[in-house]
């Protein structure tokens, strides 16, 4: 008797516990998606409706701030359409090098016996945490003498030194890739490079896909070095495009400015949301920090 | 023995795979880097409208420091800035990623929709810090929807203007800081759970744990190098801190943080000096190395040990298992 009570309050007690933690949760839920709401919510308001306070009904005024930003940008020296295409051009070509030559480096050193074996792995581990931002002032200085400066070309090859996906991808190679394929490949007469692209690569495919999402989020969010070595404005990418929204040109007309935001925010999230799977399970994985 | 053989017949294949790799390192990273720190004891000035250099020792560290007449201790200041908003943003968010990861991995009480709240919590750190930045700032300004809501319900005072406050500029930055990235630890510290062997709670069951004892004596210590992951790589992410900051609430030249110079990272700082004094701007850029560096150095001493090992067994098995992504 007094144990079926004490199981009923037990239950009991695991329904409340389900109850506010499931509130607790939603309400986390609520605020990571509120800011982009009222994102959403403001795009379609009015410069004078947004300053009365926060909303949640959408308004009418979507088209009227996008004629005004296509109005206001052409004072400007880049558009939106051409950052996003810059943007583009920047973070394709440096995600493909950058998971092709992570993928090399990490089959080099997980597949071949060579003397500075151990060391190279050393090093790549010990300067995965070496930022940026401490070396950019002699890259500036070394683009500015070989005249790189203002070109895409800094931008994209040095994506081919990612030391955080050598990383990962040798992490996933020593779980999944055999010795004994690779010399059966050989022993079919493949030469060395033709093993690693048609064995080991298509192996690696899902390690591949979870790395080229975040590189590609990496290289398309990156704000830092585009600071410093674009200068003409027609070369700008899209996070420098949002810098100018913060200027005063942009700052009296705030629908004009979320719709702006919309533009940059809105298929990132769609995108997001379609690989989201990938992209869960791969920062489980210990693969984010690019 | 056969295989050995082999192995060593292709080594050097090894050479030509990594080369690319390296090659490229040296050039756009080790070379700069050495490069940077040869800057930081190059005194720069303008002539003529030609540039001129010559080797001044430590002069721009002491100059940077503060230890010379007329200059100022800037970098001691943006250092504070910088640490200040990193830790407001830690200390919440590691409490918060806990908190979700030990309930999001709880089989006593199983919440519904799992997948989702992680796929939502981790959304804002793949959106573009930029925007993310701008649209705070659209919302917190004078007369920004959220600021206008916040003062008709009476919550903050009619003049309260978030831009002109120290606390309001530095903690609205280390509130975006939080809501970006409390969804990613919260995933890292979900697949540490899981790590965890489970025949370690089914012991505590039978002995008749609690849920809270299961946490603090089973869960914590056993997350621990996980965190200690979680914590060095923010907190050098945190000090290279730069986006959020430099598009936040500051001057029309930029880099400059208001107000009072209050909102300004060290990254802002080499940004406003990489054109107008290159030696001084390396000389804070060889400060933060060292800074990093020490950083790095004490998550080695307390990384290592019989620790990493378990967490690198773990990384594996969680790799073996998750093969399908």
Not at chain 1, 231 to 253: C, G, H, I, W, Y
Request: proline share 4%; aromatic share 14%; hydrophobic share 50%.
């Amino acid at each position: 008797m007094a144990d079926t009570k004490k199981l009923q309050s037990y239950s009991a007690n695991q329904r409340t516990q389900k109850i506010i933690r499931g509130v607790v949760c939603i309400l986390f839920c609520i605020l990571s998606l509120l800011p982009f709401v009222l994102l959403v919510m403001n795009a379609t308001r009015a410069s004078d409706d947004i300053q009365m306070g926060v909303s949640l009904i959408p308004s009418g005024h979507f088209l009227e701030n996008w004629k005004n930003l296509m109005i206001k940008q052409q004072g400007m020296q880049v558009t939106l359409w051409s950052a996003v295409r810059n943007s583009m051009i920047v973070s394709a070509p440096a995600t493909i090098l950058a998971v092709y030559f992570s993928s090399m480096t990490a089959y080099g050193i997980q597949v071949y016996d060579f003397k500075m074996k151990k060391a190279a792995w050393a090093f790549i581990m010990a300067v995965m945490m070496v930022p940026n931002q401490i070396t950019i002032i002699g890259f500036y200085r070394f683009m500015l003498k070989l005249g790189l400066v203002d070109n895409y070309i800094p931008l994209i090859l040095p994506a081919i030194a990612a030391p955080a996906v050598v990383f990962f991808m040798k992490q996933y190679m020593e779980s999944t890739l055999s010795i004994e394929m690779i010399e059966a490949a050989r022993i079919d007469g493949a030469g060395e490079l033709k093993t690693f692209n048609r064995i080991a690569m298509p192996i690696m495919k899902p390690a591949v896909a979870t790395q080229a999402i975040f590189q590609f989020i990496a290289q398309w969010n990156n704000l830092f070095t585009p600071t410093i070595m674009l200068t003409t404005d027609t070369k700008k990418t899209l996070p420098l495009f949002v810098q100018m929204l913060n200027s005063d040109q942009f700052r009296v007309d705030y629908g004009v400015v979320y719709v702006a935001l919309f533009v940059t925010v809105v298929p990132l999230i769609a995108v997001y949301l379609i690989l989201s799977r990938y992209i869960v399970a791969g920062v489980a994985l210990g693969g984010v920090k690019g | 023995m056969k295989k050995r053989r082999k192995k060593v017949r292709y080594g050097k294949y090894g050479y030509l795979f990594v080369a690319p790799f390296f090659l490229t390192y040296a050039f756009f990273q080790l070379w700069p880097l050495i490069n940077t720190f040869f800057y930081s004891m190059l005194n720069y000035y303008k002539r003529n409208g030609r540039e001129f250099s010559e080797f001044c020792g430590l002069q721009n560290f002491q100059n940077i420091l503060g230890l010379v007449s007329g200059e100022k201790a800037y970098v001691l200041h943006y250092f504070k800035n910088t640490f200040i908003i990193w830790g407001m943003n830690f200390i919440p968010q590691i409490l918060v990623s806990l908190l979700l990861a030990a309930w999001l991995t709880d089989n006593k009480v199983r919440l519904r929709s799992r997948g989702a709240v992680k796929v939502i919590t981790y959304l804002p750190s793949v959106i573009t810090a930029a925007s993310i930045s701008v649209l705070f700032h659209a919302l917190f300004s004078q007369y920004g929807p959220i600021t206008m809501t916040l003062k008709n319900l009476g919550i903050i005072g009619s003049s309260f203007n978030f831009l002109e406050s120290s606390a309001g500029t530095r903690g609205l930055i280390s509130f975006i800081l939080f809501w970006m990235w409390y969804g990613n630890t919260t995933l890292l510290l979900i697949s540490g759970v899981l790590g965890i062997s489970p025949d370690l709670y089914e012991a505590a069951d039978i002995d008749g744990a609690n849920g809270r004892a299961k946490f603090f004596r089973i869960t914590l210590p056993l997350l621990k190098p996980i965190m200690l992951y979680v914590l060095i790589t923010s907190a050098i992410g945190g000090l290279q801190m730069y986006d959020i900051p430099a598009l936040f609430n500051v001057s029309n030249t930029g880099y400059v943080g208001f107000p009072n110079d209050n909102s300004t990272t060290v990254a802002m700082y080499i940004m406003r000096l990489y054109n107008s004094d290159v030696g001084k701007a390396a000389a804070v850029s060889v400060l933060l190395f060292i800074v990093t560096l020490i950083i790095s150095l004490i998550f080695f001493k307390f990384g290592t040990s019989n620790e990493e090992k378990a967490e690198a067994r773990r990384r594996k098995k969680r790799l073996s298992e998750g093969g399908g992504c």
